[in-house]
């Protein structure tokens, strides 16, 4: 059934998921922090920013007003990059009913506490408030131009999760659905810590091999977390974890594995930031990723060395020799 829906973020991903809503019939409407922006999409009926060569299907219009954008919706789904989460949370209370529910397509971590997003969320609203997460393997392009994409939506309550899958589901675009939105969380945010591990190691030329043990490596310590703090291994296992996984280390799409690349080369994080222009969430995560390892007692030298890369100028070519001289051990760890 047709419903109206408000959309919080207009940056590629929240465009790619309000494009895909709209073309399944939904009235949605597109907040955009910049009103000027926001009233240029809707004359131009293109993001011409992030997305310039996917138009606007009819029934997604853009907004630069957050309450014209959620007053009377019957949905509501942040996507703006996971810094902001909280503060969209505090405009967004005064709209959000158990009726509504809260979804957000967001991945990473509340910066400073490493709490996730849905605790985050939950802590605001208490359990009377459904809450779903849209997470997956999805590059935004790739889904405003509707090539075949699925995803996974985790949700505190299996028919909001359901509601969910089915406001998304068709037009190229599956979604599948999890109560596990400790795991969705989890692979959501950890594999933009990865993709830049991998990304620094192609922009050093260092070969597949090289790409295709960070990957397998990196979903073992995504594991081990998931493990530590409670996530259902099926779900790292699934699109969430190794699907995204997979996705971000190898698709130069990413914005995360961008980075890594220019830093493989010798860039420093400044220039890479500048040249992408985009919101990177490996940086701020791989701090509160190793704040959660250390808490859990957990193991990850992957995310570790990208940590002290990123945030202690240790050096990328080391960073492989330390990962290479690690004692032998047992895969299955
Ligand atoms: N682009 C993609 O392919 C995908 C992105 N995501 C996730 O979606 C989230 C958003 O990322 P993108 O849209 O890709 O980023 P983007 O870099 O394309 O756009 C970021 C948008 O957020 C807005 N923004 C920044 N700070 C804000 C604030 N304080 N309040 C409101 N808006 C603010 C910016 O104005 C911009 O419109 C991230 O957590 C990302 O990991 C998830 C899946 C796919
Ligand atoms: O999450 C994404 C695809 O699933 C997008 O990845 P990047 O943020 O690295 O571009």
């Given at each position: 059934?047709?419903?109206?829906?408000?959309?919080?973020?207009?940056?590629?991903?929240?465009?790619?998921?309000?494009?895909?809503?709209?073309?399944?019939?939904?009235?949605?409407?597109?907040?955009?922090?910049?009103?000027?922006?926001?009233?240029?999409?809707?004359?131009?009926?293109?993001?011409?920013?992030?997305?310039?060569?996917?138009?606007?299907?009819?029934?997604?219009?853009?907004?630069?007003?957050?309450?014209?954008?959620?007053?009377?919706?019957?949905?509501?789904?942040?996507?703006?990059?996971?810094?902001?989460?909280?503060?969209?949370?505090?405009?967004?209370?005064?709209?959000?009913?158990a009726?509504?529910g809260l979804a957000w397509?967001?991945?990473?971590?509340?910066?400073?506490?490493?709490?996730l997003l849905h605790e985050?969320a939950r802590?605001?609203f208490g359990p009377e408030i459904p809450l779903a997460l849209?997470?997956?393997?999805?590059?935004?392009?790739?889904?405003?131009?509707?090539?075949?994409?699925?995803?996974?939506v985790a949700a505190t309550d299996p028919e909001f999760g359901q509601a969910w899958?089915?406001?998304?589901?068709?037009?190229?675009?599956?979604?599948?659905y999890t109560a596990d939105l400790v795991?969705a969380e989890?692979?959501?945010?950890?594999?933009?810590?990865?993709?830049?591990?991998?990304?620094?190691?192609?922009?050093?030329?260092?070969?597949?091999?090289?790409?295709?043990?960070?990957?397998?490596?990196?979903?073992?310590?995504?594991?081990?977390?998931?493990?530590?703090?409670?996530?259902?291994?099926?779900?790292?296992?699934?699109?969430?974890?190794?699907?995204?996984?997979?996705?971000?280390?190898?698709?130069?799409?990413?914005?995360?594995?961008?980075?890594?690349?220019?830093?493989?080369?010798?860039?420093?994080?400044?220039?890479?930031?500048?040249?992408?222009?985009?919101?990177?969430?490996?940086?701020?995560?791989?701090?509160?990723?190793?704040?959660?390892?250390?808490?859990?007692?957990?193991?990850?030298?992957?995310?570790?060395?990208?940590?002290?890369?990123?945030?202690?100028?240790?050096?990328?070519?080391?960073?492989?020799?330390?990962?290479?001289?690690?004692?032998?051990?047992?895969?299955?760890?």
């Amino acid at each position: 059934m047709a419903t109206t829906i408000a959309v919080l973020g207009a940056g590629s991903w929240g465009t790619a998921l309000g494009m895909q809503l709209a073309r399944m019939g939904h009235e949605v409407r597109l907040w955009a922090r910049d009103a000027e922006r926001a009233e240029a999409m809707e004359r131009d009926r293109v993001n011409q920013r992030y997305l310039p060569e996917c138009p606007f299907p009819e029934s997604l219009h853009a907004t630069g007003d957050f309450d014209a954008a959620c007053r009377g919706a019957e949905h509501l789904l942040v996507a703006t990059p996971s810094h902001a989460f909280g503060e969209t949370l505090d405009r967004i209370t005064p709209f959000v009913t158990a009726e509504t529910g809260l979804a957000w397509a967001s991945k990473g971590f509340e910066p400073g506490t490493g709490r996730l997003l849905h605790e985050v969320a939950r802590d605001r609203f208490g359990p009377e408030i459904p809450l779903a997460l849209i997470t997956g393997p999805s590059f935004a392009r790739e889904v405003a131009q509707s090539l075949p994409t699925a995803v996974t939506v985790a949700a505190t309550d299996p028919e909001f999760g359901q509601a969910w899958a089915e406001l998304l589901h068709g037009n190229n675009f599956r979604a599948y659905y999890t109560a596990d939105l400790v795991g969705a969380e989890l692979g959501g945010a950890i594999k933009n810590v990865l993709a830049v591990a991998c990304g620094m190691a192609d922009g050093m030329g260092l070969g597949h091999n090289t790409r295709a043990a960070l990957i397998t490596r990196g979903l073992a310590e995504m594991r081990r977390l998931g493990r530590a703090l409670g996530a259902d291994d099926h779900t790292l296992m699934g699109l969430a974890g190794i699907g995204d996984l997979v996705l971000t280390c190898t698709g130069d799409q990413s914005r995360n594995r961008r980075l890594g690349m220019a830093l493989g080369q010798g860039r420093s994080v400044d220039e890479a930031l500048a040249e992408i222009g985009q919101v990177v969430e490996g940086i701020k995560t791989a701090e509160e990723v190793m704040r959660l390892a250390e808490r859990a007692g957990v193991e990850m030298p992957i995310a570790e060395q990208v940590h002290g890369i990123l945030f202690r100028g240790w050096n990328a070519r080391k960073g492989v020799q330390v990962l290479m001289e690690r004692d032998l051990k047992p895969e299955t760890d």
